[in-house]
């Protein structure tokens, strides 16, 4: 028959239940073919290939099958079919070759067991009738198999596997019965049949009642491989829960784990047990339902977990088994892959699921503010009130609630559950559905409606008051911050105000006494400092007139913005003061530099293509510190010449909106102000709800209750009334109450004094911790960079090695540097290797660091802000810095302006912005200095590396050092992946070459043993799915891509679907 195929992926199995994966027939012989005497002559091929269909359809064989079997030499065919015909026309046989004679043995058994005590060697003969059986229902053509199910042999086995006494259960004929039952499954016909009686699995699983373990492990095999049928699982499931009732236990699955738990004496008998438990709990879980529903696999794996099935595995870990951990290893697998996809649900990495409080947490914060809230709180009330005593029926209240709960979840949209044990004839759907009522829907639905709104509203408020509350809470901090620095900063000044003082006085001591001493001393050398140090009182210009006293005094100027201490009055120029000059930084090279000796390769390489540092630009800088001769006594220079030589070697191979606004308007409204500003300005109203009086409240008040976000400021200076507006809205100021709600708008604001001025200082001070905040990382991160570029060793002794390199590959004028240009460092990368042109300069360069250097693999570390600096751009970072200092300058001069006005009794600018100058010219002046600082740490790291100052920029210089060590990292891991690449080629070679001569010595010792035609009738489809089973083969494919995600994760999502797959088994 033809192989069914399955519409879903799921486990693979061979033949008849759907796998992907044939098994292959292997029926040729290394062994030439031995030729029997024949009793009749080899008929013509059409009558040869007639009986032999005859035969090959007695077998049952898959369509696969069957093609290779026709195509076996016609010598071969007629051996078989002679050596089949012969087996059915022994006389010693005849007896015996049909099902009726071993029904009514075992059903003379069956009823004789009761009767009767039977010694040993009856036993044994009762035994052999059952074996005989078996053997037959492997051996023998379909037809008998066939005449078996018809005479109801199935129903005669069964009726012996419950009837059975307890000796009888104790002995080999209760594991001959399963077996029989087993070989009766490992063909089609066979297997529907018993799949087809409703109680066939479960008078099955009755079997697991016993103390023999070759009677567990055959049971537990066939309830394995049912698991894997299609349609099996549930079957499988429902024998289990008639267990727990037949054997009294307490909870499904508990003589399972009491058997996987407990210890036989015996090891060999122990870990086939433990093993046939184990195969059968991952099959139980991953196949079926579990297949691609994890809330089923969840669901049936806690109930292993709750009968304590990992401390049992950790035990197990002992038996060092091959196999039994290969089922131990798949089981933790799943389970840790599908509880981190469960707690990705919950956007954690672990959920704790023997914690209640972590469980009830999740779910808390899953369900508040949700419509489900009160559901939930509403079964936490009332689980409250459920009986917690020990008292009638407490605990199968609980259990009901717990099975409620199970399928919920378990159930599917149609009412289909894949687990019978929660509840029967419980329909989700069903009690859904009548708990739903139209005209309950839509009341509920209003009356949900107007609590939202009320809702928004309040949540709307409950913002803005956040809003209001964070924002003092902010400038309270960063008003104690800055006053802390200004308290430090004053003790500071007066400390070296003091000193000054001291100074000072000492100094007019010395004066004094210079002064009356002797004549014959002359006066020290009359400078302009030293003449404005001797100016008297007497020598300053008289002091101006006092003003009238009927003028009011005039405003106070601006304070200044906090800067460095003023140049002293008269005071010479720096470059005008009597000090020697400088010495030259750059003296002659010829006088410091020594000369190179630099060893030649023996044949042209290929040059490195660098920018060579003149040598007048290398005293003083970096490359005056690095030796790069006794790197050459370190390199293997011929293994460098090979890698990078100059010859090339082969590799191995509506309408407009303006529109609607005008039709909308009413015909009364007074307009005078143009129709897409006034209609741009009433969407922005709208979104600001608020009145113009709340408005005009909030920007006298500078914004306390903060109403006004920073994006709608931003906003209303694009409605700023102009010059033209005002005049057109004073002509018409008495048609109030009749004008447009824009044009009353701009009205109301236009009657606010410096109404533009205020908004742009309210709008400066809601964005000057941000504009701050932002521009203080780039300056910190281009300040220690540069520092970090100046001191790093590991850097340093890189550059050494580089330019011993470069030295090496390059002749000529190129030749004989003393440094190169840092841009230099990224084209080593492009320098290839003549062997392998996947290896470049880099990659070798970083097998040099590894053998030789280990130390300057860390160098990454020793530059960590090198990325942040890389993307700050010096002369927008300057741009802004200007722009928040003539901000601030803008808001001054509107302080001084506010200060001579009568205020309003709700205006507040003055008091609020006071405040604010005072704090941020302190955090501004802070800023300016770090940015001074970090100009001069980046000027010195270009002098530091011999580049000019003036024609690099900070996103350019440490752009280059950041490519680098990206470029640096990626060789690095380059290097790691070919290496593990080279291991597992290694390692699977050898894996292919202890695979293909296992499978030598399988097939040579099965074709030693095999009789002629034998390899047709002994195997069997079932016999491959509990083989496969129990060595684990069937999880292989699950296994092997479970430890690839592990080593990938973290990132990657679990695969919604598994397939399953037998490998292939050579017959």
């Known amino acids: 028959m033809a192989p069914r195929k399955r ?58 099958n069957r093609e290779a079997v026709f195509a076996l030499p016609p010598e071969k065919k007629w051996q078989i079919y002679c050596s089949k015909k012969k087996e059915q026309e022994d006389p010693n046989k005849l007896a015996t070759s049909w099902p009726d004679y071993y029904i009514d043995r075992i059903n003379s058994m069956a009823a004789m067991q009761t009767l009767y005590s039977f010694d040993e060697e009856e036993m044994e003969m009762r035994n052999q009738v059952v074996e005989d059986l078996k053997t037959a229902l492997r051996t023998q053509p379909m037809r008998f198999v066939t005449r078996f199910i018809e005479l109801e042999g199935l129903t005669c086995l ?3 596997l419950r009837s059975m006494d307890h000796a009888t259960c104790e002995s080999r004929i209760h594991t001959s019965l399963i077996g029989c039952i087993k070989a009766l499954m490992n063909n089609s016909q066979g297997r529907a049949h018993v799949l087809a009686q409703p109680e066939a699995i479960s008078t099955i699983a009755q079997s697991l009642r016993t103390e023999n373990s070759k009677t567990k492990v055959a049971v537990l095999e066939i309830l394995g491989a049912v698991c894997l049928v299609p349609g099996g699982h549930k079957k499988v499931l429902q024998a289990m829960l008639h267990y727990q009732v037949y054997a009294a236990e307490r909870t499904r699955f508990q003589t399972l784990l009491n058997e996987l738990d407990r210890s036989l004496g015996q090891y060999r008998d122990e870990v086939n047990l433990k093993t046939a438990i184990m195969s059968f709990i991952n099959a139980v879980l991953n ?126 949209e149609r009412g289909m559950d894949p687990d019978l044990a929660p509840l029967e004839n419980f329909n989700v759907r069903n009690i859904v559905n009548m708990l739903i009522n139209e005209n309950e829907v839509k009341q509920w639905r209003d009356q949900a409606e107007k609590f939202r709104k009320e809702h928004t509203e309040v949540v ?127 003296p002659s090279s010829s006088t410091l530099l020594r000369k190179k000796h630099v060893p030649q390769p023996s044949h042209p390489l290929k040059s490195f293509n660098w920018v060579k540092l003149n040598e007048d630009r290398v005293p003083g800088t970096v490359w ?44 009364k409204e007074l307009s005078v102000i143009d129709g897409r500003r006034a209609q741009n300005c009433v969407i922005l109203l709208s979104k600001l709800k608020l009145s113009n009086e709340e408005i005009r409240q909030a920007i006298l008040k500078m914004d306390e209750q903060e109403d006004l976000a920073k994006d709608m400021l931003e906003q209303l200076l694009k409605f700023v009334p102009e010059k033209s507006d005002i005049d057109l809205l004073e002509e018409h100021k008495h048609e109030i109450e009749r004008m447009a709600r824009a044009d009353r708008f701009l009205y109301e604001m236009s009657r606010i004094d410096h109404y533009q001025q205020r908004l742009q200082a309210l709008f400066f001070k809601k ?183 003036n024609k690099m920029q900070p996103d350019e210089f440490f752009g280059i050092f950041d490519t680098f060590l990206q470029a640096f990292l990626e060789a690095r891991q380059d290097l790691e992946a070919m290496r593990k690449r080279k291991e597992e080629e290694e390692r699977r070679a050898r894996m292919e070459v202890m695979l293909k001569e296992q499978r030598e010595r399988e ?41 690839r995600s592990r080593k990938r994760s973290g990132s990657q999502a679990l695969e919604a679907t598994r397939e399953r797959a037998i490998n292939r088994l050579n017959y």
Not at 633 to 650: G, V, W
């Open 287 to 412: 196949a079926g339902a579990g297949e691609d529903n994890l809330e089923f696999r969840l669901h049936l794996r806690y109930e292993f977990l709750m009968l304590g099935i990992q401390p049992v595995i950790d035990k197990l870990r002992q038996h060092e088994n091959a196999i039994l951990d290969r089922h131990l290893d798949f089981f933790e697998m799943v389970r840790n892959e599908d509880d981190l996809e469960l707690a990705r649900r919950f956007d954690m990495v672990h959920i704790d699921t023997k914690s209640a409080s972590q469980m009830f947490e999740l779910i808390h914060k899953k369900l508040k503010h949700t419509e489900a809230y009160p559901c939930f709180l509403s079964v936490l009330y009332h689980c409250l009130q459920m009986p917690c005593k020990w008292n009638g029926g407490y605990f199968q209240r609980w259990q009901l609630l717990d099975r409620i709960l199970q399928q919920i979840v378990l159930q599917d």
């Open 1003 to 1043: 097939r040579w010792q099965r074709q030693r043993k095999a009789s002629p035609g034998s390899s047709l009738e002994e195997g069997g489809e079932f016999d491959d799915l509990v083989s496969a089973l129990r060595s684990g083969e069937v999880f292989d494919k699950d296994l092997c891509k479970l430890k």
């Open 767 to 949: 964005k000057f911790q941000e504009r701050l905040a932002e521009a203080k990382p780039k300056v910190e991160a281009i300040l220690l960079a540069s520092r970090e570029l100046i001191h790093s060793k590991r850097l340093k002794q890189m550059l050494e090695i580089v330019l011993a390199i470069g030295n090496f590959m390059n002749k000529g004028q190129r030749g004989g540097a003393y440094g190169f240009r840092v841009a230099s460092l990224n084209k080593i990368a492009d320098t290839k290797s003549s062997i392998d042109r996947n290896i470049s300069l880099l990659h070798y360069l970083i097998m040099i660091l590894e053998k030789h250097f280990p130390d300057i693999l860390n160098m990454p570390s020793e530059l960590q802000h090198l990325p942040e600096a890389a993307k700050v751009n010096l002369a927008e970072l300057e741009k802004e810095v200007g722009n928040l200092k003539r901000g601030l300058r803008a808001v001054e001069v509107e302080l001084e302006y506010q200060k001579c006005q009568v205020r309003e009794r709700n205006d507040k600018f003055v008091p609020v912005m006071s405040d604010f100058i005072t704090v941020s010219s302190f955090s501004f002046s802070e800023l300016e200095d770090q940015l001074n600082e970090a100009r001069d740490k980046f000027a010195k790291a270009l002098a530091h590396f011999g580049e000019h100052e």
């Open 624 to 667: 005056t510190e690095i030796d790069d001769m006794q790197i050459f006594r370190i390199l293997d220079l011929e293994d460098f010449e090979k890698m990078f030589s100059a010859y090339q070697r082969h590799q191995k191979e509506l309408g407009s909106t303006e529109d609607i606004y005008l039709a909308s308007r009413k015909v």
């Open 7 to 64: 519409s879903r992926h799921g486990l693979g199995f061979l033949c008849c239940f759907g796998g992907s994966d044939l098994p292959e027939i292997n029926l040729r012989d290394s062994h030439p073919l031995q030729y029997m005497e024949f009793s009749s002559p080899i008929p013509n091929p059409e009558e040869l290939n007639v009986r032999f269909a005859e035969l090959v359809d007695e077998l049952d064989l898959t369509d696969k």
């Open 460 to 586: 709307s408020r409950l913002e803005r008051k956040e809003r209001e509350c964070e924002t003092k809470t902010l400038e309270k901090e960063e008003m104690m911050r800055t006053l802390n620095k200004m308290k430090d900063k004053l003790a500071r000044e007066s400390q070296e105000l003091r000193q000054a003082r001291g100074q000072v006085a000492e100094l007019v001591a010395q004066l004094n006494e210079i002064s009356t001493g002797p004549a014959s001393i002359p006066p020290p050398p009359r400078g302009p400092l030293a003449s404005s140090s001797l100016m008297t009182t007497s020598d300053l210009p008289p002091p101006p007139p006092p003003l009238p006293f009927a003028c009011c005094p005039p405003p106070p100027p601006p304070p200044l913005l906090p800067s460095g201490p003023p140049t002293p009055p008269g005071a010479p120029p720096c470059f005008s003061m009597g000090l020697p000059l400088p010495l030259d930084p750059f």
């Open 158 to 160: 069964l009726n012996f």
